[in-house]
């Protein structure tokens, strides 16, 4: 069984559309994020959500919306893309606030055109 | 300015060599060191969690050490396969490990 699965793998659309990627766990954890990995391999962190309350909250830009519905859940919604959204985005999960082992998605890389 | 550096950016040697990988570090206050393994195209993977008072960690070939002194980490893989293949990060947590500040990483090239 995956334990932290994101969808879609793949997604390619047109500037300006608005998309959503979904994540869930079933690892029972009580954190849950989002990374941007740019073109360089380099990984940020954008959110951090602990029982659906938005813990970490870092510098990006307000199109990016995350929603957590429940503590096995943080999607991402992206208004407006643009060309600079283009990334690998890595949903995880992790215990104790983020001080246990965080386990990652398989990625989803946008590709804006 | 909380930072990680990685060295060497890459690396390429020959299977079943040995190899080291540097960390060092300006982040406080530190909470944890932890190393991640991540393939081609997948998400990072957990290799080692180490907090202030360890300073060192196995998971099989691979061997962590953590200086916290002098901030800096290393990880040690042994008689390299070519799965070893990998980027590989080094990621460190700070206030209270809620929040983690990652490396560039190291690409690792094991050929044969």
């Known amino acids: 069984d995956t334990a932290v699965s994101q969808t879609p793998k793949y997604l390619v659309t047109q500037m300006g559309n608005d998309k959503s990627i979904k994540c869930e766990q079933n690892?029972?954890?009580?954190?849950m994020y989002w990374y941007k990995q740019d073109s360089k391999k380099f990984l940020k962190i954008m959110f951090s959500y602990n029982n659906k309350e938005l813990i970490i909250n870092e510098t990006v830009p307000n199109r990016f919306s995350p929603k957590s519905p429940d503590k096995a859940h943080l999607n991402l919604h992206i208004n407006s893309l643009e060309l600079g959204d283009s990334a690998v985005y890595f949903c995880?999960?992790?215990?104790?606030?983020?001080?246990?082992?965080?386990?990652f998605g398989q990625g989803t890389r946008l590709t804006v055109v | 300015k909380n930072q990680v550096e990685q060295s060497p950016q890459s690396l390429i040697i020959l299977e079943g060599k040995n190899c080291t990988l540097q960390?060092?570090?300006?982040?406080?206050?530190?909470?944890?060191l932890r190393w991640y393994k991540q393939d081609t195209g997948r998400g990072p993977v957990s290799l080692t969690i180490?907090?202030?008072?360890?300073n060192t960690k196995s998971n099989g070939r691979y061997t962590a050490t953590l200086d916290a002194d002098t901030k800096q980490s290393s990880l040690h893989i042994t008689a390299s396969q070519l799965s070893d293949s990998a980027s590989y990060i080094c990621v460190v947590g700070y206030q209270a490990g809620t929040a983690l500040i990652f490396g560039k990483g190291t690409t690792l090239s094991v050929s044969s």
């Open positions: 180490m907090t202030f008072s360890e």
């Open positions: 690892l029972g954890h009580d954190t």
């Open positions: 960390c060092n570090y300006t982040v406080s206050p530190f909470s944890n």
């Open positions: 995880a999960s992790s215990q104790d606030r983020g001080r246990g082992e965080a386990f």
